[in-house]
């Protein structure tokens, strides 16, 4: 049911807490046994996510907290991954801003925090990293406060709550002096402050795909919200582009919704759910009287392009330098083997000597 459905997700500057903060969510929602070995930053699942320690792609989980569904994108920190974030808040209801208790607001977090309010978000901030040696949590607040105020926030945007974390302990608390417990706060905080999606049932199905995932026997997954109607497996839908033209047709082979890292086959879809199917396609439409209707006016797409950020120009340099280097080795080394044609063959040789 819709109305025991909540979609969010969570945007910070990189390094500030949000995969840890999710593992923790995930373990004390019920999803895992007691006895279970859970790794750690259990949604960064690619090698290279891994291997670095930092969130490259967004991905959606989703836990079970009284009876009501919570689906959570985890997203990118770094600059460079922005386009990323910036895709999937049309997928939510609303967003947790997660801001470091010392280093307070960052560059991307002003980032990804004007996109959300843009899209007329109300975020929850926490507090994250409060146990820190250096935290300065109220000072805090009054950065992010002064932010929204910059970033034209309304008044409802403004009244935002707050809640003071540890993700790493798991815990949080409205007040700092609280005893520290577990992350039931925040829970509840998202089924009272993220409004239920606002769908119509009785519309056509469409379903706007945002994120591209690869199964090992699905092959390429599409992952969206279904914005209006209800699916069902073996459906006929046609994928449209952002120009309203047929891409192409076929029929809903697989549906799947989440449960935590999981995909779990479902038989039916209905507008807010966030699932996946396999599809090469970018836009979803049930056929109904040959009408088709286009889906690009509800979430425009991000625009790509080089990044300005400084690493990437920082990036450029180095690349600069190093095409510079090889192109002097490799004049270098035509020069000697000019000069080494040169020597072995008398003619030439007695022509340079001249020379």
């Known amino acids: 049911m819709t109305n025991s459905l909540r979609n969010i997700a969570i945007i910070a500057h990189v390094d500030h807490g949000k995969t840890t903060l999710i593992d923790n969510l995930l373990k004390q929602s019920g999803l ?14 690619g090698d290279l996510e891994k291997e670095r320690g930092i969130t490259i792609l967004a991905k959606p989980t989703s836990v079970i907290w009284k009876d009501t569904r919570i689906n959570i994108i985890d997203t990118p920190g770094h600059a460079d991954f922005g386009g990323e974030v910036e895709r999937i808040l049309g ?71 707050v809640l003071y974390a540890s993700g790493r302990d798991g815990w949080c608390n409205y007040e700092l002096d609280q005893e520290r417990k577990n992350l039931h706060p925040l829970l509840d905080l998202i089924l009272n402050h993220v ?22 026997f699905l092959g390429r997954c599409l992952i969206g919200r279904v914005v209006h109607g209800i699916a069902k497996v073996n459906d006929t839908v046609k994928s449209l582009n952002l120009d309203n033209k047929k891409v192409e047709e076929g029929r809903l082979t697989k549906l799947f919704t989440f449960s935590g890292t999981s995909k779990v086959p479902t038989d039916n879809v209905m507008a807010g759910d966030i699932v996946t199917t396999p599809q090469s396609a970018s836009r979803f439409h049930r056929f109904q009287g040959g009408s088709v209707r286009a889906l690009s006016e509800l979430m425009p797409p991000a625009p790509f392009g080089q990044s300005d950020h400084p690493l990437n120009q920082t990036e450029k340099h180095e690349k600069a330098q190093m095409i510079s280097l090889s192109l002097s080795l490799h004049l270098l080394n035509q020069a000697k083997e000019l000069q080494r044609i040169s020597l072995s063959s008398p003619h030439l040789s007695n022509q340079v000597k001249h020379s």
């Open 195 to 216: 409004p239920e999606p606002d769908v119509d049932l009785s519309k056509p199905f469409a379903m706007l795909s945002t994120l591209l995932h690869s199964d090992s």
């Open 32 to 45: 895992f046994r007691d006895n279970q070995h859970v790794d750690e930053r259990i949604m960064d699942s």
């Open 91 to 161: 997928m939510t209801d609303g967003v947790i801003l997660l801001v470091d208790a010392a280093e307070g607001p960052m560059p991307q977090t002003k980032f990804v925090l004007s996109k959300a309010l843009a899209l007329g978000l109300r975020p929850i901030v926490v507090i994250n990293k409060v146990d820190r040696s250096d935290a300065r949590s109220k000072e805090v607040i009054n950065e992010i406060f002064d932010l929204f105020v910059a970033l034209d926030a309304n008044d409802q945007q403004l009244d935002f709550p």
